[in-house]
């Protein structure tokens, strides 16, 4: 039985990790995108577990399909009436946009801040959580200072 190196072993392990395809924000490579997306947990609701996204300045958590998304650098939205003010476990708030397609796909897009943060969370994930989890990235979205609040 031939024995890898630990450097052959690493690669073919890596290689078997599912990947998310997400496109990437048009401002992704604001600087501080970078501060959220090192900012960003592990897990949300404690069951979905972050994997990695094949662009910058993206990120997922969940299973190929059936994942939450999320980019940075996406067009700041004006103001709406589907305004929400998130606060975290923290005491961290954060001013949310939150709209619902036909299929039942939710998005949220921060409001306020530059630049702009959108989560996209398909129906499988809404079959089983409640959109709440969205506290848990009140730490790393608010790398980007408010500029505007909902009110």
Not at 71 to 91: L, T
Not at 129 to 151: K, M, N, W, Y
């Amino acid at each position: 039985m031939a024995v890898l190196p630990a450097t052959a072993a690493v690669t073919i392990t890596a290689a078997c990790a599912p990947v998310i395809g997400v496109e990437a924000a048009p401002e992704a490579a604001d600087p501080e995108c970078a501060s959220v997306v090192l900012a960003l947990p592990d897990a949300l609701a404690e069951d979905l577990v972050r994997i990695d996204t094949n662009s910058q300045a993206t990120a997922a958590w969940g299973a190929p399909g059936a994942a939450v998304t999320l980019r940075c650098g996406v067009e700041p939205p004006g103001p709406s009436a589907q305004c929400q003010s998130v606060e975290g476990a923290d005491g961290t708030s954060v001013d949310w946009i939150v709209a619902t397609d036909d299929e039942g796909t939710w998005s949220f897009t921060t409001y306020g801040r530059e630049p702009a943060v959108e989560v996209v969370v398909p129906p499988a994930v809404m079959k089983d959580h409640t959109s709440s989890f969205v506290i848990d990235l009140a730490g790393a979205v608010s790398q980007v200072e408010p500029e505007r609040t909902c009110q």
